[in-house]
């Protein structure tokens, strides 16, 4: 049985091994590795506070998403599909690794924030 997405712990654990799968993927890696070369020790504590806030209605989280997708779409247009990939992958994390009410809602509000971000940043 897998585990219930109840705690910052288990947020850390998806964040990391969503990203884990992006680093690796000829889809989107590149926006990441090549396109604005994040640095990840910065970047992911912002994820583990960016999905608590989203998925418990925590005040963690303070940044503008939308405002950095945009920029990065001016350095290398993002398309639907990216997005999409971006949806499979974190999709894909949350089955792998967790059940549940959480579960669901991190994934409903990962396809949510997908087509915000797609529809405000206006890809390909």
Same mark, same amino acid.
């Given at each position: 049985?897998?585990?219930?997405?109840?705690?910052?712990?288990?947020?850390?654990?998806?964040?990391?091994?969503?990203?884990?799968?992006?680093?690796?993927?000829?889809? *989107? @890696?590149? $926006?990441? %590795?090549? &396109?604005?070369?994040?640095?990840?020790?910065?970047?992911?504590?912002?994820?583990?506070?960016?999905?608590?806030?989203?998925?418990?209605?925590?005040?963690?989280?303070?940044?503008?998403?939308?405002?950095?997708?945009?920029?990065?779409?001016?350095?290398?247009?993002?398309?639907?599909?990216?997005?999409?990939?971006? *949806? @499979?992958? $974190?999709? %894909?994390? &949350?089955?792998?690794?967790?059940?549940?009410?959480?579960?669901?809602?991190?994934?409903?509000?990962?396809?949510?924030?997908?087509?915000?971000?797609?529809?405000?940043?206006?890809?390909?």
């Amino acid at each position: 049985m897998k585990a219930e997405l109840h705690s910052r712990t288990e947020v850390i654990q998806l964040v990391n091994a969503f990203y884990d799968k992006v680093k690796k993927d000829d889809q *989107i @890696a590149h $926006f990441f %590795e090549e &396109v604005i070369h994040v640095d990840w020790d910065a970047h992911l504590p912002k994820m583990y506070d960016f999905w608590e806030s989203t998925i418990f209605h925590k005040a963690l989280y303070s940044g503008n998403p939308i405002q950095v997708h945009q920029k990065v779409n001016a350095l290398s247009s993002m398309s639907a599909e990216h997005f999409q990939r971006w *949806i @499979a992958l $974190f999709t %894909e994390t &949350v089955d792998e690794l967790f059940s549940g009410q959480n579960a669901e809602l991190a994934k409903q509000r990962a396809i949510s924030i997908a087509t915000v971000m797609q529809m405000k940043i206006k890809t390909d």
